[in-house]
């Protein structure tokens, strides 16, 4: 085959952009199985046509899931971990933890077939933290930091190179605000729920629930260099955030993040800076709410979904007002709506039964066009329910 200049020109530029937006051949949708027997991420291939689901292949993480209790002294049959971001992606790579072996897994995401994960070293210890339930990682720092919630509470960071491995980056950070007797902890009230770094990577945001009577805690942590500082950290306690869950921020936004609270609803904060305070701005009660713990913000869709694991239907606020923009229905008999992400044009919801929803946005912006449910996966094939946590999408 000749190949004209203009078509050279258009592979070279394509072979430049792999840099920033690596080339890939697939997509595929990602979730934790908190499993006490063995812990494993299940992909899921994601349709290019469609955005629909298909071909379950399970990966261990090397490490063993735990079940958290809740107030009966039995583990729930969902949100076993009671948390959100519990499985992230960052360009080719897959974070995840194992609640009952105190390890964090770093896996490279084949580009070719984005099912296949290959482990980046071994599971590495959480730094002493007990039952981790949620990660966040900086591209721009190389750092992943894990939130552990369990008798040794608290945050333990990692440098995460492509040639060296993972590495523990500082000391781990305890959270006093966390007050557990025995592993595993019990929740949801007075556990970790999310962790997350602001979108300029400035600073990282832990999110810590109420006991059910007192107000919940933010941490912030400012970084230093390509660290956190645990001496710089402030807390904030707003009396509106009571059983403080997931903080979503507004995309390149570092001031506007919502907060879910299976007290009401949600709350829309502002962070401060540099003082790193969070304050409500917006308290929004959702009526008839059963517990509204997920979130997910769309800058393409102008919306933000909040998710209630007692109600399939998703209720859509307007990032800027904070007001109802419409509830998405789900489907029926598949349970409450739990960790969910948006990716394309399609949002993805893991329901409190064994199965994923698929839902198309397209047109839900400007023409009052309510988002469509356009498959509703059923997953019992997989086994037990109880341990699926997370959601996260490659690419992203
Ligand atoms: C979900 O929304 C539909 C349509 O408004 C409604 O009929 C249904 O009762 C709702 N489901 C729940 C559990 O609230």
């Known amino acids: 085959m000749k190949l004209s200049p203009a078509t050279l020109l258009l592979t070279v530029t394509g072979v430049s952009g792999a840099a920033i937006s ?10 934790l199985d908190n499993n006490p027997a063995g812990a494993s991420v299940v992909a899921l291939q994601i349709s290019e046509k469609d955005g629909t689901l298909s071909n379950p292949v399970r990966t261990f993480t090397g490490g063993v899931g735990l079940l958290g209790l809740t107030g009966t002294g039995a583990p729930g049959m969902s949100d076993t971990t009671f948390s959100q971001d519990i499985v992230v992606v960052s360009g080719n790579q897959l974070f995840t933890v194992s609640p009952g072996s105190n390890t964090l897994s770093v896996f490279a995401i084949s580009p070719t077939n984005p099912s296949t994960l290959t482990p980046v070293g071994a599971p590495i210890s959480t730094g002493g ?10 591209h721009a720092l190389h750092l992943a930091c894990v939130l552990n919630t369990g ?18 980056s500082g000391d781990f950070v305890p959270l006093p605000g966390i007050n557990q007797a025995s592993n595993p902890p019990t929740g949801p009230p007075n556990t970790g729920s999310d962790i997350v770094f602001n979108p300029s990577s400035t600073a990282l945001f832990v999110t810590v629930k109420g006991d059910g009577t007192n107000p919940g805690y933010i941490y912030a942590f400012p970084v230093v260099g ?36 299976p007290a009401y609803g949600a709350s ?14 917006k308290q929004v009660v959702v ?11 769309s800058e393409r869709f102008n919306a933000v979904f909040i998710f209630d694991g007692g109600n399939p239907n998703v209720t859509t606020l307007d990032p800027a007002t904070g007001d109802v923009k419409y509830t998405i229905v789900g489907p029926t008999g598949k349970g409450g709506s739990f960790d969910s992400i948006a990716s394309g044009k399609y949002l993805y919801v893991l329901q409190g039964a064994a199965g994923i929803s698929v839902f198309s946005l397209e047109g839900s912006v400007g023409a009052h066009k309510v988002p ?7 997953l019992s094939g997989l086994g037990s329910r109880q341990g699926w946590m997370g959601l996260a999408v490659y690419p992203n």
């Open 129 to 138: 933290g007990d039952f981790p339930n949620s990660v966040a990682f900086s």
């Open 151 to 168: 008798v040794k509470a608290g945050v333990a960071c990692f440098h995460v190179d492509t040639r060296t491995g993972v590495t523990p």
């Open 226 to 261: 390509d660290k956190i500082s645990a001496k710089g950290v402030v807390v904030s306690r707003p009396p509106e955030l009571l059983i403080d869950f997931s903080i979503s921020f507004f995309g390149r936004d570092d001031t506007r993040a919502v907060v879910t609270d």
């Open 372 to 378: 469509k449910l356009v498959q509703s996966l059923e």
């Open 22 to 31: 690596p080339r890939h051949d697939g997509k595929a949708l990602y979730f």
């Open 287 to 297: 009526a008839n709410q059963g517990a509204t713990c997920w979130s997910v913000f």
């Open 268 to 281: 829309f904060v502002e962070v401060s800076y540099p003082s790193l305070e969070v304050k409500v701005t």
